[in-house]
Every structure is written in C-alpha cells, then in structure tokens.
Nanobody, 119 residues
Framework: QVQLVESGGGLVQPGGSLRLSCAAS????????MGWYRQAPGKERELVAG???????NYADSVKGRFTISRDNAKNKMYLQMNSLKSEDAAVYYC?????????????WGQGTQVTVSS
C-alpha cells in the first residue's frame, strides 16, 4: 500500500505560479513511476507530467515549458512547479504512483488539491 497526500493548491492570478507537493508513504520501495494528473469540471482526468523509474520525464503538450515535475527520493516527495498559469490550468490536481510487487501492478491516488486560476 502507498499513501499519497497532495498540498500546495490554491487561488492564483493568471500568469502566476504555484508549487504542488506530493508526500508518499507506505511501500515506497514498490513505486516504479509517479505523475501528476488533473481533472477539470466536465472533463476527463488527464496526465500533466510523469516521472518513470529511469527518471525519464514527459509532459502534456499544454504544459510544456511552463510546468516542471521533480522528485526527491530522500524525502519521498514529488513536486510540480507551475509557472505562467492560465485559466485552462484550473482543475483538481492528483498525485499518482504506480507500483510493482512481484508481477502485480497497482495504482494509487492522492485525494487531490484544487488549483484555481482567476483574476
């Protein structure tokens, strides 16, 4: 089992910045990949950015050049630095962890943190 807790969401003006954090606990050793997803009202949950076990990173086209994902293994934390925020970035942001124990793959989610972009 892996527990994920997000923090750092809030209200920000267009053009502003926020830094989201995700704290992981539990079976940390089993985590193979982590990522940030978001879901806006009436829309499907979408991948924003992800870090694989080999530390390769991928971003959604809509956030490239503005968002930066990072991971601090010593602190069991993952971050999402969001700059130049736009109204369309407003959503609930979720932390995700993929795990592998033996041949069993599992996915875990945090409770989400709200990001509101408005003037």
């Amino acid at each position: 089992q892996v527990q994920l807790v997000e923090s750092g969401g809030g209200l920000v003006q267009p053009g502003g910045s926020l830094r989201l954090s995700c704290a992981a606990s539990g079976s940390i050793f089993s985590i193979t990949a982590m990522g940030w997803y978001r879901q806006a009202p009436g829309k499907e949950r979408e991948l924003v950015a992800g870090i694989a076990s080999d530390d390769s990173i991928n971003y959604a086209d809509s956030v490239k050049g503005r968002f930066t994902i990072s991971r601090d293994n010593a602190k069991n934390k993952m971050y999402l630095q969001m700059n130049s925020l736009k109204s369309e970035d407003a959503a609930v942001y979720y932390c995700n962890a993929e795990t592998l124990i033996g041949t069993k793959e599992s996915a875990y989610w945090g409770q989400g943190t709200q990001v509101t972009v408005s003037s």
